[in-house]
């Protein structure tokens, strides 16, 4: 089975400082990880994915996320945050072999909001 | 490339009516998902179509049932409405591989009273 846990539903941080918003997961085959941002009334866009290329993944808007498989994270980074990055975000996890077809499983999401 | 469209975008309903949203997927895409998100239980996964068959099952009710035609294009279906069933609804589309990212629509906002 596949899953991934988002810490921290609601993360605040001051415009210009680091964003960090964290996502472990669970899987019992090496897996393709992704990040989406939800911006309010909207769908989500995909930021980013891990495919096993290499561990430290660049996004857009300036994101990044770092794949560590001896902790099972894939932590979204930003150095610094801008206001238009208030949204939400959202982990998701796919295993490719063990699955039938295309399943995603999401996390629960994190608020993410910029304090001017 | 067009994207993933939904319609309608908004919708409102009674309980006890039934409901169909349809969703176009990009242009060449042969899986397409569906999802509820709910402010209280996030993104639930409801089906995945893939040429026109069923290929996973979310664990929601058979009220909650959907296709998917041969231009790929599919519908969901809800009869008999819940207050419950109030919800955003998203479709994806992707190429269908087991690793392919999904692509999303902007979702129908449905509103049951």
């Known amino acids: 089975a596949q899953s991934v846990t988002q810490l921290g539903s609601h993360v605040s941080v001051s415009e210009g400082a680091l964003v960090l918003l964290r996502c472990n997961y669970s899987?019992?085959?090496?897996?393709?990880l992704f990040w989406y941002v939800q911006y309010p009334n909207q769908g989500l866009q995909l930021l980013l994915k891990y495919t096993s290329a290499a561990t430290l993944v660049k996004g857009i808007n300036g994101f990044e996320a770092e794949f560590k498989k001896s902790e099972t994270s894939f932590h979204l980074t930003k150095p610094s945050a801008h206001m238009s990055d208030a949204a939400e975000y959202f982990c998701?996890?796919?295993?490719?072999?063990?699955?039938?077809?295309?399943?995603?499983?999401f996390g629960t999401g994190t608020s993410l909001t910029v304090i001017p | 490339k067009a994207g993933v469209t939904q319609t309608p975008r908004y919708l409102i309903k009674t309980r006890g009516q039934q409901v169909t949203l349809s969703c176009s997927p990009i242009?060449?895409?042969?899986?397409v998902s569906w999802y509820q998100q709910t402010p209280g239980q996030g993104l639930q996964f409801l089906f995945e179509?893939?040429?026109?068959?069923?290929?996973n099952k979310g664990n929601f009710p058979g009220r909650f049932s959907g296709r998917q035609f041969s231009n790929s294009r599919s519908e969901m279906n809800v009869s008999t409405l819940e207050l419950g069933d109030s919800a955003l609804y998203l479709c994806a589309s992707s190429g269908g591989g087991p690793y392919n990212e999904q692509f999303f629509g902007p979702g129908t906002r449905l509103t049951v009273l």
């Open positions: 998701a996890v796919t295993g490719g072999i063990s699955n039938t077809g295309n399943q995603f499983y």
């Open positions: 899987s019992s085959v090496p897996p393709y």
């Open positions: 242009s060449g895409h042969r899986s």
């Open positions: 179509y893939f040429s026109e068959t069923q290929r």
